[in-house]
């Protein structure tokens, strides 16, 4: 696609519940991140994929946080058992292919997650 | 934590004014990215400096590096109102697999 696509744009999640967020990279992007945002931060770093490999999850900030892409494009970013404290923006970015380091990354408009 | 820190965290200027913002960082790095982000969007690319790099151009841009003090500037000539919103700087850690962000400078341009 034309940019990196996430859905859903936003979420309301009760306490409790396991959540989902699909990232669509730009196609051809080896590289994929996730970051998570939150109100009036700068993104912190969640994982980075090269191809279907999870190259570095240390970001992930609780066993509650998975992440795959099992055919090194489409990934997913599943939260279970939500807490309020995972309400922030989740953002997602490729970059081009070979190593990451002097690329730019690309970023979607994220998916908002808030938990009531 | 993050790896790199901007300044101010909150400007704000008269339309056609220079917009300078500053970012420190804590470890070596590769390169350095300016980040712009709209009130509920996501980031925008603006401008990549590698490390051995001292000064670069795009448009009203002009970002500089110095690598001894762990500090880039970003500088926006000529401001527009459009030009409101926040700004971040990445650094990439040396492996390359990770780019951490500061807390960002919020700018106002006021028209």
Partial sequence: GAGVSQSPRYKVAKRGQDVALRCDPISGHVSLFWYQQALGQGPEFLT???NEAQLDKSGLPSDRFFAERPEGSVSTLKIQRTQQEDSAVYLCASSTPQESSGNTIYFGEGSWLTVV | SQQGEEDPQALSIQEG?????NCSYKTSINNLQWYRQNSGRGLVH???IRSNEREKHSGRLRVTLDTSKK???????ASRAADTA???????AYTGNQ???GT??????IP
Avoid: P, R
């Avoid at chain 2, 004014?17 to 913002?21: G, I, L, S, V």
């Avoid at chain 2, 926040?86 to 990439?92: K, L, N, V």
């Fill in chain 1, 48 to 50: 980075y994929f090269q």
């Fill in chain 2, 17 to 21: 004014e220079n917009a300078t913002m």
């Fill in chain 2, 46 to 48: 603006l401008i990549l």
């Fill in chain 2, 71 to 77: 500090s880039s500037s970003l500088l926006i000539t």
């Fill in chain 2, 86 to 92: 926040s700004y971040f700087c990445a650094t990439d």
């Fill in chain 2, 99 to 101: 780019f951490y962000f």
């Fill in chain 2, 104 to 109: 960002g400078t919020s700018l106002t341009v």
